[in-house]
Structures are given as structure tokens and as C-alpha cells.
């Protein structure tokens, strides 16, 4: 069995081969050809939680455990920590072990350029963040070097916060213009994509964007959290990466009442696009265990 480390499994997931990885295996998964069954989330400590997510396909069966503790960074350690066994389906053998978080935070980042890449109504040339965590860390580095975007906004919890954030990115691609924003209510900028990237609790999405702006909802994953607010879901078409998992965490969704039945998968929109619009719809992301087994995959042929 290979062990990678942190490292050298980030290199063997170059996004390239990634987003498409991730679009085979989300049409696998609306095939049922991909066994995934919701992840089991057992409450630990602090707010913690233990995070069991299994996959299994006709070649590949991953399984990855991952603790996410959302304050663990006062105490200087990761807010996420795990692995992800991956096994050769016919016999069970282990072929590898990855590291969680990077698995995590790249096959996330993925997902999200392939919503754009299904979803943007124009190609997209600046970003705003919001958050400032190992996810959104991920998600800029993704924007600059998948899609190309060299314009970010960034908001925080704090200006210092998202200063930091913006010279630390700025120091990774020197191209890149990158700009704190204090106040998102009185000075929003006018840019092709927004995407928080946070466990809050309260809606950090503005409500108000331009029609053109794809919105992207990523770090909230339980129903008691929420990226979104419910006036921008009841005003756009919803699409979300996982139905079934959605149905279950979107807090963003939940605590809207959205009309489920016309909330559309990211499979379904792979095999059935939207009808042209003027209008992005928001996108909103849960995780699935499936996305890991697309990295599994990813990763294994470059062992």
C-alpha cells in the first residue's frame, strides 16, 4: 500500500485530470453505479464531529475519516484531520492511503470549478471569497490556476484576516490583484463569482448581486449553519452537488423551505443544461463520498 502524505497527495491530484473525474463520477452516481451512502456524522467534542463517508465502484472502494473541530484553529492545529483508505473493489486490497485534507479541500475545489464550468453564464475573470480558512486557501488557488482568474475580493471575519489572506495568495501567484473588503453590505464589488467558504451559522451571501454572478455556497454542511440567504435561494434556480445529501445538511436550504422539487442535481444539469438565462443560479455544495473515490481514482493512476 502507498502512504502519501500531504504533499504528494496534492501532486497526484492535478485538477486537470480532477474535474473531469468528478463529472464521470457524479453521472455514476445518478446511474447508481457508484454505492455511496450518506455519510455518517457522529458529534465529538468542542463541536466536533466525525465525519465516516464510504464509496464503492466497480474497480475502486474508498473510505475516508475525517474529524472537522471549527475551533481547533485558537489552539493551532487543522480544523480538519483525516485519511482516505483506497481499495481495489475485486479483492479488497488496500492500494493507498491518502491524506484527508487534502483530498478534502482538492476534490471540493473541483466540484466547484466544474459548477462553474456547467453553470457560469459568461466566462469568469474575478472572484469574491468569503472566509479565509484552508478551503478557501484551496478554492484561490483552483480559480488561479484551473480557470485563470487573476481579480479576488476577499472578506473575513476581520480585515486583518482577510488582509493576511490576500498578501499570502498574492505571495503563491504574483499576478494576482487581491483586495480585502471590509464591509460586503455598503461596499460589494461587482464580480462574476462569489463563493463563501465558512461554517457560519447566519447567511454571509449578500442578497443582492448581479444577475451574471454565479454564487457558490461551500462551507456549511450541517442544517444549522447557512451560507445563503433565503430571499437570494427563492430568487435563483437552486442546484446542488449531491440530492440526497443536501436534502439532510443544506442548512442554507432547510431553514429557507425551499421547493425542493425544483431544486435540480449537478448530474442532472451534466446530462440536461439549463436553458440559457441572463441569470446564474446559486450552487450549493455538501460533499459526498463519491467526490473522494473521483480523487481515489485520480490519484491511483498517478502512483
Known sequence: MQILNAEQTALA?????????VAQAARELAQQQINAPE????????????LAMPAVA???SVTKLVTVHPRNAAHGLPVIQG????MDTATGRRLALLD??????????????????????????????????????????????????VQFWVEARSLASAQAFCTALQKRHPQVQAIAVDDLEHAL??????????????PVIP???ADHTLAIGVGAFKPDMAEFPPALLHSRQIVVDDLGGA?????????????????????????TPLPPSKQAPVFKTVGQAAWDLAAARVAVGFI
Open 83 to 86: 485519511e482516505v483508505v483506497v
Open 207 to 209: 442578497a443582492h448581486i
Open 39 to 50: 455519510r455518517l456524522v457522529v458529534p465529538m467534542a468542542e463541536g466536533g464531529v466525525l
Open 247 to 271: 436534502r439532510h445538511e443544506a442548512g442554507d436550504l432547510l431553514q429557507a423551505q425551499v421547493d425542493w422539487s425544483q431544486v435540480s442535481s449537478l448530474a442532472s444539469v451534466l446530462a
Open 13 to 21: 491530484l492535478p485538477y486537470a485530470q480532477l474535474v473531469p473525474a
Open 100 to 149: 484527508g485534507p487534502t483530498v478534502t479541500a482538492r476534490r471540493t475545489a473541483a466540484v466547484t470549478l466544474l459548477g462553474i464550468q456547467t453553470l457560469a453564464v459568461q466566462k469568469p475573470t474575478s472572484a469574491l471569497l468569503i472566509g479565509t480558512g484552508a478551503q478557501a486557501a484551496a478554492h484561490a488557488d483552483a480559480l488561479v490556476e484551473h480557470v485563470g482568474i
Open 58 to 60: 466497480h474497480d475502486l
Open 189 to 202: 464589488p461587482t464580480t462574476d463569482l462569489v463563493l463563501a467558504l465558512t461554517t457560519s451559522r447566519t
